[in-house]
């Protein structure tokens, strides 16, 4: 969506040369475009019948709590080792170079409950692969995806085949 484009800060080399990053950030600040994304992520997530909002740490948790209030949905944090306290359900995913985890309280998802994972970027798909690893490791079923942007030229929805994938803006380089 070119609305929102405009929005977004494009920085060259950064995280590493030769990397184009999208910094959403400009488009957070944005009174307007933010009500707006969130209402057309809002529109999606609802059509998933979601009980719960999964995010994904740390930009996940910009997003999915005020999807869960506008769809009146519980929310729930996936976060990296050692931040939940209490026992908690992990699973490992590879990286490029090594590995990672993520983490989730035990009983945050109930058996058979629907559940809508909200991170800002789908990029190779990974991690958004890894946290419905973790909801259906614990009973849950993943009612779908929701994503702000999407690097199209990674790939990563083909690694959540199967699954209905949203995304508000999509780049293709």
């Known amino acids: 969506m070119d609305e929102f484009k405009k929005l977004i800060r494009e920085?060259?080399?950064?995280?590493?040369?030769?990397?184009?990053?999208?910094?959403?950030?400009?488009?957070?600040?944005d009174r307007e475009g933010y009500c707006?994304?969130?209402?057309l992520m809002t529109l999606h997530a609802r059509a998933t019948g979601a009980d719960l909002v999964l995010g994904i740490e740390a930009r996940?948790?910009?997003?999915?709590?005020?999807?869960?209030?506008?769809?009146?949905?519980?929310?729930?944090?996936?976060?990296?080792p050692g931040k939940l306290p209490g026992r908690t359900h992990?699973?490992?995913y590879d990286l490029e170079y090594g590995t990672d985890a993520l983490e989730i309280h035990e009983g945050a998802v109930p058996e058979g409950a629907r559940v809508i994972?909200?991170?800002?970027?789908?990029?190779?798909?990974?991690?958004a692969e890894a946290a419905a690893a973790?909801?259906?490791?614990?009973g849950g079923v993943v009612a779908g995806f929701s994503f702000v942007v999407e690097l199209t030229f990674l790939n990563g929805r083909e690694r959540l085949a199967g699954h209905d994938v949203f995304s508000l803006i999509q780049y293709d380089t």
């Open 60 to 80: 996940g948790f910009i997003f999915g709590p005020a999807l869960a209030y506008n769809i009146n949905a519980g929310f729930v944090p996936v976060r990296k």
């Open 90 to 92: 992990s699973v490992t």
């Open 36 to 39: 707006r994304l969130l209402d």
């Open 117 to 127: 994972i909200a991170d800002d970027l789908l990029a190779t798909g990974g991690t």
């Open 134 to 138: 973790l909801v259906e490791k614990v």
């Open 11 to 29: 920085v060259p080399d950064f995280p590493k040369p030769g990397i184009l990053f999208y910094d959403i950030t400009t488009l957070l600040k």
